[in-house]
């Protein structure tokens, strides 16, 4: 069949399947081929490779994956999807359409047989990027790399130094991972619908070991993410709120003491090196 990429085979294929949008899944489908070709050759992906894509939608990108990877696993949460994607791939016997949340699925089962090398591609549904990336990140997941599109400030978010006012727990948390590299900035007229804010192509190449040493790498993000969850608040004062983490504010103050740190000091202006040794400080 022809790509999805061309805008009237998509018009035609939802029409045949009287597709309904759903707002609440962020689906907004590519339609431009040139846009999928920058992010597949972003994403570096050879046949030697297994792709885990994270909302195929109606099948666009999965197309052009299943020509560049060795193997596609494409998870979608919206059934009525299903019929649409049997059509739409079924020239390619190297793709799994797993009809599943991203959030709630075992990937590390999914992939177990599979000896090569993972990569993780997606136009992301917005409303949940946040969780996937941490997630794939905290639970380990052995992506090589992950080449998705987000919101462009999102994207901002992902590349920013400490101080800066889009610095925050995802920022350290790639800063942590993986080395982020903007591949190409997107316009809202390549959807369909179009979404009301702009897009950026982002890949995260997995470091081989984290730039910083932490000896408890979960309590250093539940740090984290307590400095970050009240912005205005002191260190202090957002760690002792948390209900991640026991730890008194008497317990944060020797310890940045002990970092020659302030105690009305905020997360905000904290490096990673700083929140390492912050965690280490206070693991027990
Ligand atoms: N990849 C397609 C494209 O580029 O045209 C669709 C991208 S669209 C922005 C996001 C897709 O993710 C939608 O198909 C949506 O149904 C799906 N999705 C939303 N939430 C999901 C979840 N929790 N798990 C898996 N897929 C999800």
Redesign the pocket.
Known sequence: MEKLSNPQVTIEILKKYNFAF?KR??????IDGHVIEKIIGASDITKEDVVL??????G???QYLAEAAGYVYA????RN?LPILDETLAEYDNVRVIN????KLDIHELIKEDKRTLKVV???????TTPIIMGLFEDNVPAKSITV?VQKEVAARMQAKPGSKDYGALSLAVLYYAEPYIAANVPPNC?MPRPNIASSVIRLTRWDKPPVKVKDERLMFKLIRASFNQRRKTLQNGINNSNELNISKNEVVEALSKMSLPDNIRGETLSLEQFACLSDLLTK
């Open positions: 759903q899944y962020g689906q907004n489908f590519l894509e994270i909302g195929p939608g109606i666009t990108m999965t998870v979608e949460i919206d999807l599943d949340d991203i959030l997606a136009n992301l549904p917005y409303y949940i599109m959807f």
